[in-house]
């Protein structure tokens, strides 16, 4: 089992990268397009990756370019990148 910290560094990640793409994952749940253990699952899922400094580094980009559109999609070694594409805000 992954420790707390690693667990809350990932749950950071999760929502950064929920947020930079345009989604709210507290707001989807509260509407039904994602069940509550969605998120958990997210986030432990996400603690299996590699590359999480690459992906904060990636988040620092995508904020940097504030004043250009959201990101179109995760970067290609995201583990939950198919549950993000399929949340793209319409």
């Known amino acids: 089992m992954p420790s ?5 560094r ?3 990640l999760v929502d ?4 930079t793409l345009g989604n709210d994952l ?3 749940v509260m509407r039904g397009q994602l069940a509550p253990d969605a998120v958990p699952d997210m986030v432990l899922r996400c603690t299996a990756c590699a590359n ?9 980009r995508q904020d940097a370019a504030a004043a250009a559109p959201k990101a179109a999609s995760t970067p290609y070694y ?3 990148g198919d549950i ?3 949340l793209k805000p319409t």
């Open 84 to 86: 993000f594409d399929a």
């Open 78 to 80: 995201c583990r939950n």
């Open 26 to 28: 507290e707001e989807l």
């Open 16 to 19: 950064r990268m929920a947020s």
């Open 10 to 12: 990932h749950a950071a």
């Open 4 to 8: 707390s910290k690693t667990i809350r």
């Open 52 to 60: 999480p400094d690459g992906c904060e580094a990636w988040l620092q």
